[in-house]
């Protein structure tokens, strides 16, 4: 979905896993719709590169493993008067063996920590400011292996199945809260989603392999052309979907 210049003046989004190729579509494409932008990652010198060029940007050093050090940057925001709107979470990883005997537990411990534990404590820390906007929207990245798993990316698939199931959970929170509380429900005007690839694909991985088809993959533009899009779609409509994009 295109979404117009300035339609998102007003809105805030916290980007967590910002310096990633897709959080930095996702910052390109919020800032030309006009949101404002808290873009988070560990490495700040990564980050810088990654946000070079891009307005309206607070970059902000956290290591999202670590809930008290989440709930000290949502406070370290209100402080400077910064409210959150919609988190979009592009962290994550990937890990591989061969077959489930190769999965292993250092590989396992790695993607839960980054997929699920990033989520879980981001999510609870921001979730108030995300159930409160009147344009509230938390998404992930999610994979079509979810739904086929395969023996050598069973941890991965795993972690990504974990992270699916606490975003539709939080969806019902959400819901719970707004348009089917049983007293004095309200319009729905929170989501949260998730949006289903093969796997990414950026400009890096085109110039390094031009003979390559990329069959099936989707490009971190198109991605942020859709993360962008739900800020502009009814919350009733995406709230708790999963949300394919075409390669």
Same mark, same amino acid.
């Given at each position: 979905?295109?979404?117009?210049?300035?339609s998102?003046?007003?809105?805030?989004?916290?980007?967590?896993?910002?310096?990633?190729?897709?959080?930095?579509?996702?910052?390109?494409?919020?800032?030309?719709?006009?949101?404002?932008?808290?873009?988070?990652?560990?490495?700040?010198?990564?980050?810088?590169?990654?946000?070079? =060029?891009?307005? *309206?940007?607070?970059? &902000?050093?956290? %290591?999202?493993?670590?809930?008290?050090? /989440?709930?000290? +940057? @949502?406070?370290?925001?209100?402080?400077?008067?910064?409210?959150?709107?919609?988190?979009?979470?592009?962290?994550?990883?990937?890990?591989?063996?061969? =077959?489930i005997? *190769?999965?292993?537990? &250092?590989?396992? %411990?790695?993607?839960?920590r980054?997929? /699920?534990?990033? +989520? @879980?404590?981001?999510?609870?820390?921001?979730?108030?400011?995300?159930?409160?906007?009147?344009?509230?929207?938390?998404?992930?990245?999610?994979?079509?292996?979810?739904?086929?798993?395969?023996?050598?990316g069973?941890?991965?698939?795993?972690?990504?199945?974990?992270?699916?199931?606490?975003?539709?959970?939080?969806?019902?929170?959400?819901?719970?809260?707004?348009?089917?509380?049983?007293e004095?429900?309200?319009?729905?005007?929170?989501?949260?989603?998730?949006?289903?690839?093969?796997?990414?694909?950026?400009?890096a991985?085109?110039?390094?392999?031009?003979?390559k088809?990329?069959?099936?993959?989707?490009?971190?533009?198109?991605?942020?052309?859709?993360?962008?899009?739900?800020?502009?779609?009814?919350?009733?409509?995406?709230?708790?979907?999963?949300?394919?994009?075409?390669?």
């Amino acid at each position: 979905m295109s979404v117009a210049t300035g339609s998102l003046t007003g809105t805030t989004v916290l980007i967590a896993g910002a310096s990633s190729a897709s959080g930095t579509a996702c910052a390109r494409a919020l800032a030309a719709a006009g949101a404002s932008i808290v873009a988070v990652d560990i490495n700040m010198d990564r980050l810088g590169t990654a946000m070079s =060029g891009v307005d *309206g940007v607070r970059m &902000e050093q956290c %290591d999202l493993t670590d809930g008290k050090a /989440v709930e000290n +940057l @949502r406070s370290s925001l209100l402080d400077k008067g910064c409210t959150i709107d919609g988190v979009l979470h592009l962290v994550g990883g990937w890990r591989g063996g061969k =077959g489930i005997k *190769g999965q292993t537990d &250092e590989d396992w %411990d790695f993607l839960h920590r980054l997929i /699920v534990t990033t +989520l @879980r404590n981001v999510t609870r820390t921001f979730y108030d400011d995300v159930e409160s906007s009147p344009r509230g929207r938390y998404a992930i990245v999610s994979a079509t292996a979810v739904a086929k798993p395969t023996a050598g990316g069973a941890s991965y698939t795993a972690a990504k199945a974990a992270a699916e199931t606490w975003i539709m959970a939080m969806a019902q929170g959400l819901a719970k809260a707004q348009s089917t509380r049983k007293e004095n429900p309200v319009e729905q005007h929170s989501a949260a989603s998730v949006l289903v690839i093969k796997a990414l694909l950026d400009d890096a991985m085109i110039a390094a392999e031009p003979e390559k088809s990329f069959t099936g993959y989707t490009h971190v533009d198109q991605v942020a052309e859709a993360m962008t899009g739900l800020f502009v779609t009814p919350a009733s409509e995406i709230n708790g979907v999963r949300i394919p994009l075409s390669s």
